[in-house]
């Protein structure tokens, strides 16, 4: 099953095209890495009542995320035991105090624990105590880190605490920005497929030198107009937004990029595209009031541009959205756009993340569909097999190492290059149900 040694295929700021092409390598790294990770499931939420579920995939692994009892969340697999259903759709409901297969009626509790079956007496003696099936639903690993929900598919593994570290730093900046320090997911996310690797995604978050080139006829345009039009009074919302993209490359330079281990990264040390807009006074005096003058001005400061939560979550805690990379193939991915409300702050904030989700992250965009047209390309180009390797090595040195928190010039690629590293480190054979219990 194993394709190579991971190792081989990434080395000194290049990594071969196989990883973006190769279906063996594909299944690797859905055996193995989206196993060995803490994969964002959901939002807490998504689940506000006991029995509200969330059904998605981890991976290739179909996994729902339900609310419990207790008031806790966890994730389990959706999978009967019995004889394979999906216990649920993909989307999401209420199970109500338990999950009931539709095949065989097969009764579950919402921690995935064996309620009932059907005609028990037929399985007198039939050694269905030592089956798998007698154990329920299989359960996966989850951490729920200020109501986002994320679990790992491995038995055994790296800790939360230890795969994030400061990363965390980003999603508190995305609750805090919260007077009530609670987030609601805002309705359901863009979703759209996108005929290329998820990893050409992920690299795209901090990849600083793409916004004057890709970008230049989309928000060049809108720099046009707006400049045509006098650029009188104050900003369109769309203008405010659109209009960073078409920064000069000293201030993408200047913005900085922090990365951590495991792959975890964010472009906008010093400021970013989201550092200028215009906050409503009731906004800014519901901060203050929550959290104080000082403190609250030090979390709006902190104006983060993409943060990469390794392997495929991407946050933007200044605009408060998400996005998902879905893989379901080597050049198939399903990517996802969510919105989050900020619990006490007024709908114009909503209103501005909504509108960049549209404007900035659809393929139908403005910008986004800049970027799409990129990936696609380069899904085709990488079918050229006499040149292997794909270039990372602005601002690379050897010997670079990222087993610690970093700061480095914008331009770098070094994030890009922070993720390969941890992509070989998680492409290690998974420890999976099935081999503990052997
Ligand atoms: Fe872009």
Same mark, same amino acid.
């Given at each position: 099953?194993?394709?190579?040694?991971?190792? %081989?295929?990434?080395?000194?700021?290049?990594?071969?095209?196989?990883?973006?092409?190769?279906?063996?390598?594909?299944?690797?790294?859905?055996?193995?890495?989206? +196993?060995?990770?803490?994969?964002?499931?959901?939002?807490?939420?998504?689940?506000?009542? @006991?029995?509200?579920?969330?059904?998605?995939?981890? &991976?290739?692994?179909?996994?729902?995320?339900? !609310?419990? /009892? %207790? #008031?806790?969340?966890?994730?389990?697999?959706? !999978?009967?035991?019995?004889?394979?259903?999906?216990?649920?759709?993909?989307?999401?409901?209420?199970?109500?105090?338990?999950? @009931?297969?539709?095949?065989?009626?097969?009764?579950?509790?919402?921690?995935?624990?064996?309620?009932?079956?059907?005609?028990?007496?037929?399985?007198?003696?039939?050694? *269905?105590?030592?089956?798998?099936?007698?154990?329920?639903?299989?359960?996966?690993?989850?951490?729920?880190?200020?109501?986002?929900?994320?679990?790992?598919? +491995?038995?055994? &593994?790296?800790?939360?605490?230890?795969?994030? #570290?400061?990363?965390?730093?980003?999603?508190?900046?995305?609750?805090?920005?919260?007077?009530?320090?609670?987030?609601?997911?805002?309705?359901?996310?863009?979703?759209?497929?996108?005929?290329?690797?998820?990893?050409?995604?992920? %690299?795209?978050?901090?990849?600083? *030198?793409?916004?004057?080139?890709?970008?230049?006829?989309?928000?060049?345009?809108? =720099?046009?107009?707006?400049?045509?039009?006098?650029?009188?009074?104050?900003?369109?919302?769309?203008?405010?937004?659109?209009?960073?993209?078409? +920064?000069?490359?000293?201030?993408?330079?200047?913005?900085?990029? =922090?990365?951590?281990?495991?792959?975890?990264?964010?472009?906008?040390?010093? $400021?970013?595209?989201?550092?200028?807009?215009?906050?409503?006074?009731? $906004?800014?005096?519901?901060?203050?009031?929550?959290? &104080?003058?000082? @403190?609250?001005?030090?979390?709006?400061?902190?104006?983060?541009?993409?943060?990469? $939560?390794?392997?495929?979550?991407?946050?933007?805690?200044?605009?408060?959205?998400?996005?998902?990379? /879905?893989?379901?193939?080597?050049?198939?991915?399903?990517?996802?756009?969510?919105?989050?409300?900020?619990?006490? +702050?007024?709908?114009?904030?909503?209103?501005?993340?909504?509108?960049?989700? =549209?404007?900035?992250?659809?393929?139908?965009?403005?910008?986004?569909?800049?970027?799409?047209?990129?990936?696609? @390309?380069?899904?085709?180009?990488?079918?050229?097999?006499?040149?292997?390797?794909?270039?990372?090595?602005?601002?690379?040195?050897? #010997?670079?190492?990222?087993?610690?928190?970093?700061?480095?010039?914008?331009?770098?690629?070094?994030?890009?290059?922070?993720?390969?590293?941890?992509?070989?480190?998680?492409?290690?054979?998974?420890?999976?149900?099935?081999?503990?219990?052997?």
């Amino acid at each position: 099953m194993t394709y190579a040694d991971p190792s %081989d295929l990434v080395r000194g700021g290049e990594v071969h095209r196989d990883l973006f092409v190769d279906q063996k390598l594909f299944d690797q790294e859905m055996s193995n890495l989206f +196993a060995n990770c803490w994969v964002y499931v959901g939002h807490e939420s998504q689940v506000p009542k @006991r029995g509200d579920y969330y059904a998605t995939t981890i &991976g290739s692994q179909p996994v729902i995320m339900v !609310r419990q /009892k %207790d #008031g806790t969340v966890k994730v389990i697999y959706n !999978r009967c035991p019995h004889r394979g259903v999906q216990l649920v759709n993909e989307g999401h409901g209420s199970v109500g105090p338990m999950f @009931r297969c539709p095949y065989h009626a097969w009764t579950f509790n919402t921690d995935g624990s064996l309620f009932g079956v059907p005609v028990k007496d037929g399985y007198k003696e039939s050694g *269905f105590s030592e089956s798998c099936a007698s154990h329920g639903i299989e359960g996966v690993a989850t951490h729920v880190y200020r109501q986002f929900v994320f679990a790992r598919l +491995a038995r055994e &593994g790296i800790g939360f605490e230890e795969f994030f #570290g400061e990363s965390l730093t980003t999603i508190d900046n995305m609750v805090d920005r919260s007077p009530e320090g609670r987030l609601e997911v805002a309705g359901a996310p863009l979703r759209y497929m996108h005929y290329c690797n998820w990893k050409m995604l992920v %690299d795209n978050q901090t990849d600083t *030198f793409h916004p004057m080139i890709a970008h230049e006829s989309s928000a060049g345009t809108v =720099r046009k107009i707006w400049e045509e039009s006098g650029a009188q009074g104050p900003k369109p919302m769309v203008v405010e937004v659109v209009l960073p993209f078409t +920064a000069k490359h000293e201030f993408y330079v200047e913005m900085g990029i =922090r990365t951590w281990p495991n792959g975890h990264g964010h472009t906008g040390t010093k $400021y970013s595209i989201h550092s200028d807009y215009t906050l409503p006074k009731e $906004y800014t005096d519901a901060m203050e009031a929550a959290y &104080g003058a000082e @403190r609250a001005e030090a979390i709006l400061q902190e104006a983060r541009h993409n943060t990469v $939560y390794f392997p495929n979550m991407t946050m933007k805690g200044a605009i408060q959205t998400l996005r998902l990379f /879905k893989p379901l193939g080597p050049d198939r991915t399903l990517v996802e756009s969510w919105v989050f409300r900020l619990a006490g +702050a007024p709908d114009e904030l909503l209103e501005r993340s909504a509108l960049y989700n =549209r404007l900035i992250n659809s393929p139908t965009s403005i910008v986004g569909h800049d970027d799409l047209e990129m990936y696609e @390309r380069a899904q085709q180009g990488l079918k050229v097999s006499a040149t292997p390797w794909v270039n990372y090595q602005r601002e690379f040195h050897p #010997g670079e190492r990222y087993d610690s928190t970093q700061l480095w010039s914008g331009q770098s690629e070094v994030q890009m290059r922070n993720q390969y590293d941890a992509w070989v480190k998680f492409m290690k054979p998974a420890v999976s149900g099935e081999e503990v219990q052997a």
